[in-house]
């Protein structure tokens, strides 16, 4: 996949480059849905290394975000 000079903007062009090597772009494409977001925030190990580490909430928040 080459990108057409002017044809599309770059991250169209790197997600299609993904799309074309099978990469999943979101973790619906794993078979997640609404009803498995509340366990999987409670399975993740939140690191507080950063800034800060996110809560429950949070985690389930970013996870509907990656289903989009």
Known sequence: GT???G????PRWMERYMRELGLV???RELGVTEEMLDGIAAGTIAMDGGY???DHGEIVEILRASMA
């Not at 044809?7 to 770059?10: E, G, K, P, T, V």
């Open 25 to 27: 772009m979101d973790i």
């Open 3 to 5: 990108c057409p000079r």
């Open 52 to 54: 800060r580490a996110p």
């Open 7 to 10: 044809r599309w903007s770059a």
